[in-house]
C-alpha cells in the first residue's frame, strides 16, 4: 500500500538558488576588499618608514661646518647628521705611514696622517700632561677617541670628561693648549669642538666613533704603547 503524499514532493525554488549563490558571490567581493585594503596600507607604512630613514636621526640634512682647508662630506647612512657641527675629512687623503720624525700636521688637534710607530695607551687612559701628536695619531688609528681641553675649559667639565673616559675603553684625554675651543673630541677624520661637557653631543660623539666605523685598524690594542706623556 503506498503512503505518498497527494502533494508530491516540493521542487527547490528558484529563487532560493539564486539567493545563495549572490550571497557566496558578495560574500568573496568582501573578502578580497578587505585584503586589498589590508596591502594598500601595508605599503603605505612601509613607504613612510622607508622616507623616514632616509632623512635620517632628525629627518634634516647633513649641516657639517666646512672649514678652510678641511675635506669634509657627509657620510652614507647618515652617520653624521645627528651630531651638529661635526668637521669630517677625507680619509683617503690622511696618510697613515710610520715616521720617526716630525710630522706638521694641517689641524690642531690633528684628526689623522703620518704617525709614530708607538701609540698612545687608549684604554680609558688620562693624561695631565700634553702628549705627542704623532703618539696620539696613532691611537686614533686604532680606534680610539681623543679629549683634549685648554684653558678654557671649565675644572668640573674637565673632572667630568676625566671620568667619561676613565670608564671607556678606547678613549684618552689630555690638555692641548693652542686648540681653538675649549673642549675638542677627536676621532680618526672627525672632530667636534664643544663649550662644556653637558653638551648632548658628546655622548653621541662616543657612541658613533669608539671604535667605529671610521677606524683604520679595528681591532687593534689600545694597551701596549707609551703610557706616560714626556716630560
Keep these: ?19 545563495g549563490t549572490r ?46 682647508g678641511e675635506h669634509q ?15 669630517s675629512w677625507d680619509a683617503a687623503k690622511l696618510g697613515r ?5 716630525p710630522v706638521d700636521y694641517p689641524m690642531r688637534p690633528p684628526v689623522g696622517g703620518d704617525h709614530n710607530p708607538t701609540w698612545m695607551n687608549c684604554d680609558g687612559d688620562v693624561y695631565e700632561r700634553a702628549v705627542p701628536d704623532v703618539n696620539a695619531v ?8 681623543w679629549v683634549t681641553y685648554s684653558g678654557r ?28 675651543g675649549a673642549i675638542v ?9 664643544v663649550d662644556d661637557a653637558e653638551d648632548a653631543r658628546v655622548d653621541r660623539f662616543f657612541t658613533q666613533y669608539v671604535q667605529g666605523a671610521q677606524t683604520p685598524e679595528p681591532g687593534a690594542p689600545c694597551t701596549g704603547g707609551l703610557a706616560r706623556a714626556p716630560r
Design 185 to 193: 673630541l677627536t676621532a680618526w677624520g672627525k672632530q667636534l669642538t
Design 1 to 19: 500500500m503506498s503512503f505518498d503524499s497527494p502533494y508530491g514532493t516540493p521542487a527547490p525554488q528558484p529563487d532560493d538558488r539564486a539567493r
Design 73 to 87: 662630506h657627509a657620510e652614507k647612512g647618515g652617520a653624521d647628521i645627528a651630531i651638529k657641527g661635526l668637521k
Design 97 to 101: 705611514d710610520h715616521t720617526s720624525g
Design 153 to 180: 675649559a671649565a675644572d668640573a667639565d674637565v673632572r667630568k670628561l676625566a671620568a667619561r673616559v676613565g670608564s671607556t675603553p678606547f678613549s684618552m684625554m689630555s690638555p692641548y693648549a693652542d686648540q681653538k
Design 23 to 68: 550571497n557566496r558571490a558578495l560574500a568573496i567581493g568582501l573578502s578580497a576588499a578587505v585584503v586589498a585594503g589590508l596591502v594598500a596600507f601595508g605599503s603605505y607604512v612601509l613607504l613612510e618608514r622607508s622616507e623616514a630613514n632616509e632623512k635620517g636621526p632628525e629627518g634634516v640634512a647633513a649641516q657639517d661646518a666646512k672649514g678652510p
Design 138 to 145: 696613532h691611537s686614533l688609528e686604532h680606534g680610539s677617541v
